[in-house]
């Protein structure tokens, strides 16, 4: 029946507006709201009657608590607008001639935006800047994207070393459904072959792409990955060129994400 | 002091915000402290951080959690104005909703639990409901939802008193009183809709 999801999705909305969905729940019922416009009406004013009952709730807060909020503000960096960006390519070119001064490397500027929050992310920010500060040609779009997810709130971080050597760094955001992949000091592999990443949950394994070939220091510039689900595992094995569409070998590494 | 919501005129702009006459409402504000204005950021502390800490401490009960993780909703608020988008709220609403949701987050982080089993076999048991509803500042608002909660089923206002101020999830909610799954969401929905259309917001 056709009806019958929608319906089911569209009771949630107020379990939703009340934070009372577990996670794996309130992303689903996220990914259903953006094609909905009636829940998305309905989530309006359902979180303006939540307000209400914040605000009634209201009380005094703690002496002190300003002082460090506002100095703390003072030291933070804020994110700048979500903006749409052109094609990669083109915003690159366009920024090469009218703003060389912009041309800055991304990933410091990461750094700054997570202060203060994005705990876990600046976990991994520190590892991410010292493996990829020689990577200019990462463009605006992409560390956008990559930034989304590392300041995501339910950033989870895991990381491990892999049988190949070195480490594998994994930031994944479940809200997001994307995850960000990294590795220092894999053995380097001939061109015949590649580190593919999977997402293993309970079906078949399911490609979460390429990782792609390590600068000179060993590390893999960071990249982000899509389709990811609650509860996944992330493995990277060693797969022919180009990649296949089911791991053929077994896992260099298996990182499981802290719930 | 916290001013509390007179009416809302345009539907869209329910506002809590713009009460105070004379003084810009807090979408206004927060589009200033998107562009990195601290003295703007100040105005929204004042009008904010007694909800923000209110509902949190309600949530989590512990006094110094809640000042923690009030003191992160308020940053994040700072760091993420330019995220705001006025088509799915106003500003105040905004702000609770990443303050509950924070709590939220803290109550259902395993650590956290843990941290919080530790301190009160230490520590005396939390305040009371209704204990700190009696410092409640915007006694006003209190009132007013007090009265639309009146209006509700029994079961409406007890899902919806547990899943909000209680932080349980809805099946959480289900198993504490002892209702099925199905029943709670539509429960938690339509006693949604009727205090909603009694506050007046939308």
């Not at chain 2, 089993?117 to 409640?136: C, G, I, N």
Request: charged residues 20%; proline residues 7%.
């Amino acid at each position: 029946m056709r009806l019958s999801p929608r319906r089911d999705a569209h009771a949630l909305a107020g379990a939703y507006a009340l934070d009372a969905l577990d996670t794996a729940e309130r992303d689903r019922f996220e990914r259903h709201l953006r094609g909905c416009r009636a829940c998305q009406a309905e989530v309006r004013g359902f979180a303006a009657t939540a307000a209400s009952l914040a605000r009634a709730a209201s009380i005094e807060p703690p002496p002190g608590l300003k002082e460090r909020v506002l100095a703390a503000a003072a030291v933070t960096r804020q994110l700048p607008p979500d903006v749409t960006v052109p094609a990669a390519g083109e915003s690159r070119r366009r920024r090469d001639a009218t703003a060389p001064a912009m041309r800055s490397p991304w990933v410091p500027r990461l750094a700054l935006a997570v202060g203060g929050a994005g705990l876990v992310a600046a976990a991994v920010l520190g590892y991410v800047t010292v493996s990829t500060q020689n990577q200019l040609t990462t463009t605006q779009s992409q560390s956008q994207e990559l930034a989304a997810v590392l300041t995501a709130p339910d950033a989870r971080i895991s990381s491990g070393s892999t049988s190949a050597g070195g480490t594998a760094t994994v930031v994944a955001s479940p809200s997001e459904g994307k995850m960000v992949f990294t590795s220092a000091g894999m053995e380097a592999l001939p061109s015949s072959k590649v580190y593919q990443m999977w997402f293993l949950g309970p079906g078949n394994p399911r490609s979460a792409g390429l990782v792609p070939p390590a600068s000179v220091n060993g590390s893999t510039p960071p990249v982000l990955a899509a389709g990811l689900e609650n509860g996944d595992k992330v493995a990277v094995t060693v797969e022919p060129a180009g990649g296949t569409s089911q791991p053929t070998t077994t896992p260099v590494v298996v990182l499981t994400l802290p719930a | 002091m916290y001013v509390v919501e007179v009416h809302a005129m345009d539907p869209f702009r329910s506002a809590p915000d713009a009460a105070k006459q004379g003084e810009p409402d807090l979408d206004s504000l927060l589009a200033l402290v998107a562009r990195g204005d601290q003295d703007a950021f100040e105005t929204v502390y004042d009008r904010m951080a007694g909800p923000v800490f209110g509902v949190i401490r309600r949530v989590l009960r512990d006094p110094a959690q809640s000042e923690e993780v009030a003191q992160e909703v308020l940053l994040e608020v700072w760091r993420t104005a330019s995220r705001f988008d006025r088509a799915k709220g106003t500003a105040a609403t905004w702000v609770l909703t990443i303050a509950h949701r924070r709590a939220i987050d803290r109550v259902r982080s395993e650590t956290a639990a843990a941290e919080r089993e530790q301190r009160s076999a230490s520590a005396p048991m939390p305040a009371a409901l209704d204990e700190v509803a009696e410092t409640v500042e915007a006694s006003l608002e209190a009132e007013r939802v007090r009265r639309c909660m009146d209006g509700l089923t029994e079961l409406q206002r007890e899902s919806i008193t547990l899943a909000y101020y209680s932080g349980y999830s809805y099946p959480q909610v289900a198993s504490l009183l002892d209702v099925a799954l199905g029943t709670i969401k539509t429960r938690i929905r339509d006693g949604l809709i009727r205090l909603r259309d009694c506050l007046g917001v939308s």
